[in-house]
């Protein structure tokens, strides 16, 4: 395996970085810990800016307004990105629902959504989970029954990300329940103004509104809003979630914070041989997600789909990220417990936050334990139990 980029993947990462650099100042650390609101705000006025440098959707085919670039220098971006904590606001558009479209989609709906994805005018969310199907996804019951040139579409999602703010939906429901439950889903792409819908806010233990739960009680959605092939949504569910399981950007964001900590604790002469040996181990854990999400890109590049590959990437970061941020906790002292707000918070507060943010990553986008179920089966050919 080669483990260096090439020169022009390593000019590029210098033009990205000056970009960022000259875009926010040289002393730019992400700013304070802040709410998801202000978060979004920040990134959807960056979005616009984003995709006038063909950067928004750099992988993505030039016929749909997409850079055309390679996945290495996407790769590249994220990183960047997410090392400088640039707010970049809902991932879900550019990274799960754009890219299932430009493989499943017909022209018609290519040309319907993909533009103004790219451009930051159209803001999606995902409706997978509901209350009694998170880890079993394939159990859900959101129901949409054929009435016509129209689906009906009754049910409930939850901890649907963004919805509050979403144009659009990426929608998992059910539409032959005499099938196995793998066989009886359908995907629908959805107009979140269409009537019927209700989205209700779920505020998380730090405070945020990041999260939602909707509603759907006799939605009418067109019959030109499923993507792909009735009863068989379960599949191209599976390649959204490899999606939504393949970023790059954690590693990233970790290594960035593990130096703030490192030079925090330093001036604070906290920084003893059982914290060095602790953060080296953290370190290490860093180096080795980042070697994973290169992994993945490395098999998309060869024109190879990551399945159990991505999931050993998503499982080994959201587990280490909770780790570091108890680690760092723990290493700053009481002081560490402090929100922002108060004039002895250190840096800005992000690790009580961080403690709380983190719980659910080990829940969201497939729980710890699916990810172990699908290298199991899927990697090493495992019987199911």
Same mark, same amino acid.
């Given at each position: 395996?080669?483990?260096?980029?090439?020169?022009?993947?390593?000019?590029? &990462?210098?033009?990205?970085?000056?970009?960022?650099?000259?875009?926010?100042?040289?002393?730019?650390?992400?700013?304070?810990?802040?709410?998801?609101?202000?978060?979004?705000?920040?990134?959807?006025?960056?979005?616009?800016?984003?995709?006038?440098?063909?950067?928004?959707?750099?992988?993505?085919?030039?016929?749909?307004?997409?850079?055309?670039?390679?996945?290495?220098?996407?790769? +590249?971006?994220?990183?960047?990105?997410?090392?400088?904590?640039?707010?970049?606001?809902?991932? #879900?558009?550019?990274?799960?629902?754009?890219?299932? =479209?430009?493989?499943?989609?017909?022209?018609?709906?290519?040309? &319907?959504?993909?533009?103004?994805?790219?451009?930051?005018?159209?803001?999606?969310?995902?409706?997978?989970?509901?209350?009694?199907?998170?880890?079993?996804?394939?159990?859900?019951?959101?129901?949409?029954?054929?009435?016509?040139?129209?689906?009906?579409?009754?049910?409930?999602? =939850?901890?649907?990300?963004?919805?509050?703010?979403?144009?659009?939906?990426?929608?998992?429901?059910?539409?032959?329940?005499?099938?196995?439950?793998?066989?009886?889903?359908?995907?629908?792409?959805?107009?979140?103004?269409?009537?019927?819908?209700? #989205? &209700?806010?779920?505020?998380?233990?730090?405070?945020?509104?990041?999260?939602?739960? #909707?509603?759907?009680?006799?939605?009418?959605?067109?019959?030109?809003?499923?993507?792909?092939?009735?009863?068989?949504?379960?599949?191209?569910?599976?390649?959204?979630?490899?999606?939504?399981?393949?970023?790059?950007?954690?590693?990233?964001?970790?290594?960035?914070?593990?130096?703030?900590?490192?030079?925090?604790?330093?001036?604070?002469?906290? /920084?003893? &041989?059982?914290? /060095?040996?602790?953060?080296?181990?953290?370190? =290490?854990?860093?180096? +080795?997600?980042?070697?994973?999400?290169?992994?993945?890109?490395?098999?998309?590049?060869?024109?190879?789909?990551?399945?159990?590959?991505?999931?050993?990437?998503?499982?080994?970061?959201?587990? /280490?990220?909770?780790?570091?941020?108890?680690?760092?906790?723990?290493?700053?002292?009481?002081?560490?417990?402090?929100?922002?707000?108060?004039?002895? #918070?250190? /840096?800005?507060?992000?690790?009580?936050?961080?403690?709380?943010?983190?719980?659910?990553?080990?829940?969201?986008?497939?729980?710890?334990? +699916?990810?172990?179920? +699908?290298?199991?089966?899927?990697?090493?050919?495992?019987?199911?139990?």
């Amino acid at each position: 395996m080669q483990f260096t980029l090439s020169p022009s993947d390593e000019a590029f &990462r210098t033009e990205v970085r000056d970009w960022i650099l000259g875009e926010f100042g040289p002393d730019w650390d992400g700013g304070e810990a802040v709410s998801s609101e202000a978060e979004y705000a920040a990134g959807g006025a960056l979005m616009k800016t984003l995709s006038d440098k063909g950067w928004l959707a750099m992988s993505w085919p030039k016929e749909y307004g997409g850079g055309g670039a390679t996945y290495w220098q996407q790769l +590249i971006f994220k990183e960047e990105m997410a090392y400088h904590r640039v707010p970049v606001g809902s991932p #879900v558009g550019i990274g799960f629902a754009g890219p299932t =479209i430009i493989i499943y989609g017909t022209e018609e709906q290519k040309q &319907r959504y993909l533009p103004p994805t790219i451009t930051g005018d159209m803001i999606w969310c995902q409706g997978f989970s509901e209350p009694g199907s998170g880890s079993d996804l394939a159990s859900l019951q959101t129901r949409a029954v054929r009435d016509g040139d129209h689906y009906v579409v009754n049910g409930q999602k =939850i901890w649907t990300s963004f919805a509050h703010y979403a144009d659009a939906m990426i929608l998992l429901a059910r539409t032959d329940t005499e099938a196995p439950k793998h066989r009886g889903i359908s995907y629908f792409l959805v107009d979140m103004k269409t009537p019927g819908i209700t #989205v &209700r806010p779920l505020i998380d233990m730090s405070g945020a509104h990041f999260f939602n739960e #909707v509603f759907f009680e006799d939605v009418h959605i067109p019959a030109d809003a499923l993507l792909g092939t009735e009863n068989r949504g379960w599949y191209q569910a599976a390649t959204t979630l490899d999606f939504e399981r393949s970023s790059v950007a954690g590693a990233a964001a970790l290594r960035r914070s593990l130096e703030d900590l490192v030079r925090a604790l330093r001036e604070r002469g906290r /920084l003893s &041989r059982e914290a /060095l040996a602790e953060l080296a181990d953290i370190r =290490i854990g860093i180096e +080795i997600g980042r070697m994973l999400s290169y992994r993945v890109v490395s098999m998309q590049s060869a024109g190879m789909v990551p399945n159990q590959e991505a999931s050993v990437g998503k499982l080994f970061l959201s587990e /280490l990220g909770q780790r570091y941020a108890r680690t760092g906790l723990k290493l700053l002292g009481l002081s560490g417990q402090l929100v922002q707000g108060s004039k002895y #918070v250190p /840096l800005q507060g992000r690790y009580a936050d961080n403690v709380m943010t983190t719980v659910p990553s080990t829940i969201a986008g497939g729980t710890s334990e +699916i990810q172990r179920n +699908i290298i199991a089966t899927r990697g090493l050919g495992l019987p199911r139990g």
